[in-house]
């Protein structure tokens, strides 16, 4: 499966913005997403994960409460809504997939990657 994110952009702290990544090749729906994010000179953290059916969602602390992660299978679309952005978010955004059933968080159990969509906050 081939990812593409889109909607990154500069924001003020406050704002909300949606990223969205397009799934193409096989089956979306058949796959759980996540998205990573990477700030400058730092690694690659976790950020949100839904399971393939939607069923069951997982968050990272520090985004709890502020981002929603969605999957529209019908689409080969997943989302990241995020609200009340904070200039601490400021990172490059990824979007991947695996076909396990249940959340994943580490990196490594992710086989698809797209490309990132770089969000910047200003304070």
């Known amino acids: 499966v081939q990812l593409q994110a889109f909607g990154g952009g500069l924001v003020q702290a406050g704002a909300s913005l949606r990223l969205s990544c397009v799934a193409s090749?096989?089956?979306?729906?058949?796959?759980?997403m996540g998205w990573f994010r990477q700030a400058p000179e730092k690694e690659r953290e976790f950020v949100a994960t839904?399971?393939?059916?939607?069923?069951?969602?997982y968050y990272a602390d520090s985004v709890k409460g502020r981002f929603t992660i969605s999957k529209d299978n019908a689409k080969n679309t997943g989302y990241l809504q995020m609200n009340s952005l904070e200039p601490e978010d400021t990172a490059i955004y990824y979007c991947?997939?695996?076909?396990?059933?249940?959340?994943?968080?580490?990196?490594?159990?992710?086989?698809?990657w797209g490309q990132g969509a770089e969000l910047t906050v200003s304070s």
């Open positions: 991947a997939a695996q076909a396990g059933a249940y959340p994943a968080v580490k990196p490594t159990s992710y086989r698809y």
């Open positions: 839904i399971t393939w059916t939607g069923s069951s969602t």
């Open positions: 090749g096989r089956a979306f729906r058949s796959y759980s």
